[in-house]
T-cell receptor
Framework: DAKTTQPNSMESNEEEPVHLPCNHS???????IHWYRQLPSQGPEYVIH???SNVNNRMASLAIAEDRKSSTLILHRATLRDAAVYYC??????????FGQGTELSVKP | GAVVSQHPSRVICKSGTSVKIECRSL??????MFWYRQFPKQSLMLMAT?????????EQGVEKDKFLINHASLTLSTLTVTSAHPEDSSFYIC??????????????FGEGSRLTVL
């Protein structure tokens, strides 16, 4: 199984940066690292993905360790709308994504 | 806007009846779609991979005769829960990837369909 390990929950204050960690020690050399988030009663939403280099987009940044066994999703300024469950996934199942338990992020005003 | 759409968003049915959920890719063709199920306070569980023009591939432990999947066109996959029972009540979510290759691009998810079986 493409297993990742994330903290069950994290808290953040509004307007502050948030660093969400993920361990993926079984990742192979060709697997991308994907991050999705899910708001209550909605389907997951793509956040970011990368292979080796750090990645930035309008939503977040992804910092990937040199050995690729871990990564960190960075939300630069958390807002109340960022409260969600964040899933880190690495894809070694032929295109299908297997979700772990994710991290439930709460954001305090 | 949404690029993968599901219908219906909510459905309530009586035990023993069958329910069909549709998943459409709105502005791209998807030869492969994925169906997930999610129980309250739990993560998404992959049920099956829907393949256009061929049989779906089911994950271990998922009954193919219970959850019928049809992918008749490049933009539509359907999941039919046959002879539904209360334990089938769940949030069903479909997804599709735009582009070819397993690592190219994001996976788009539908809004989900909440099934309640009385």
């Amino acid at each position: 199984d493409a297993k990742t390990t994330q903290p069950n929950s994290m808290e953040s204050n509004e307007e502050e940066p948030v660093h969400l960690p993920c361990n993926h020690s079984t990742i192979s050399g060709t697997d991308y690292i994907h991050w999705y988030r899910q708001l209550p009663s909605q389907g997951p939403e793509y956040v970011i993905h990368g292979l080796t280099s750090n990645v930035n987009n309008r939503m977040a940044s992804l910092a990937i360790a040199e050995d690729r066994k871990s990564s960190t999703l960075i939300l630069h300024r958390a807002t109340l709308r960022d409260a969600a469950v964040y899933y880190c996934i690495h894809d070694n199942q032929g295109g299908k994504l297997i979700f772990g338990q994710g991290t439930e992020l709460s954001v305090k005003p | 806007g949404a690029v993968v759409s599901q219908h219906p968003s909510r459905v309530i049915c009586k035990s023993g009846t069958s329910v069909k959920i549709e998943c459409r890719s709105l502005d791209f063709q998807a030869t492969t779609m994925f169906w997930y199920r999610q129980f309250p306070k739990q993560s998404l569980m992959l049920m099956a991979t829907s393949n256009e023009g061929s049989k779906a591939t089911y994950e271990q432990g998922v009954e193919k005769d219970k959850f019928l999947i049809n992918h008749a066109s490049l933009t539509l996959s359907t999941l039919t829960v046959t002879s539904a029972h209360p334990e089938d009540s769940s949030f069903y979510i479909c997804s599709a990837r735009r582009g070819q290759g397993r690592n190219t691009g994001e996976l788009f998810f539908g809004e989900g369909s909440r099934l309640t079986v009385l």
